[in-house]
């Protein structure tokens, strides 16, 4: 992948087939560390199936044999200096930590994380999300649950409604520090 903003798609897209109501999207930007973190309460994995996750040859899909999108992450983040974890409990949930050394010329930018967010969106799923983006201890979060609140009734998934969040993510990245990201 080009941007790990299609990782953390890719990841969270993975939450929401698990069955997750919620989902938790942390990007922090402290130091020269990036630390991305994924968290949701869907269905988890047991013991066995976690060992392998990382596999490429390991997938939940029945319509082919691999599945690339936490591989490639953890690839992305060793590759960058980093680290990567993923813990998970069966009916419990799972939690993917990815860190990256900001500075590290083989760091994948973060890239558009409003557009990621306006996709997992606009798939009307009944899963609400917590994005949290903080940038040297400025921080900006969106929730989709006070969001869905303050619409009265509105669908999120309405064109202007998902126009405004794209406009919004997009501000308040750029407001906190986000270039560094």
Not at 15 to 38: D, M, P, Q, R
Not at 47 to 59: G, I, N, Q, R, S
Not at 62 to 69: D, E, I, N, P, Q
Not at 150 to 163: A, C, F
């Given at each position: 992948m080009r941007e790990l903003a299609l990782n953390i798609l890719d990841?969270?897209?993975?939450?929401?087939?698990?069955?997750?109501?919620?989902?938790?999207?942390?990007?922090?930007?402290?130091?020269?560390?990036?630390?991305?973190?994924?968290?949701?309460?869907?269905?988890?994995?047991?013991?066995?199936?976690?060992?392998?996750?990382?596999?490429?040859?390991?997938?939940?899909?029945?319509?082919?044999?691999?599945?690339?999108?936490?591989?490639?992450?953890?690839?992305?983040?060793?590759?960058?200096?980093g680290t990567f974890s993923i813990e998970s409990t069966k009916n419990v949930g799972t939690k993917v930590i990815a860190t990256f050394q900001i500075d590290n010329i083989d760091r994948e930018p973060l890239g558009n994380m409003a557009d990621t967010m306006v996709t997992l969106l606009s798939d009307d799923y009944a899963t609400e999300y917590l994005l949290t983006v903080s940038v040297d201890g400025n921080q900006f979060s969106l929730d989709t649950r006070e969001l869905k609140e303050?619409?009265?009734?509105?669908?999120?998934?309405?064109?202007?409604?998902?126009?405004?969040?794209?406009?919004?993510?997009?501000?308040n990245i750029k407001e906190i520090g986000g270039t560094k990201l």
């Open positions: 990841i969270t897209e993975n939450s929401v087939k698990a069955g997750a109501k919620l989902v938790e999207i942390s990007i922090i930007a402290e130091g020269n560390l990036l630390t991305i973190s994924i968290k949701d309460d869907g269905c988890g994995m047991d013991d066995e199936f976690l060992k392998k996750v990382t596999d490429p040859f390991t997938t939940t899909r029945t319509t082919r044999k691999v599945g690339m999108g936490v591989p490639l992450f953890k690839m992305a983040a060793e590759m960058a200096g303050q619409l009265g009734g509105i669908s999120i998934t309405e064109p202007q409604v998902l126009s405004f969040v794209r406009e919004m993510i997009n501000e």
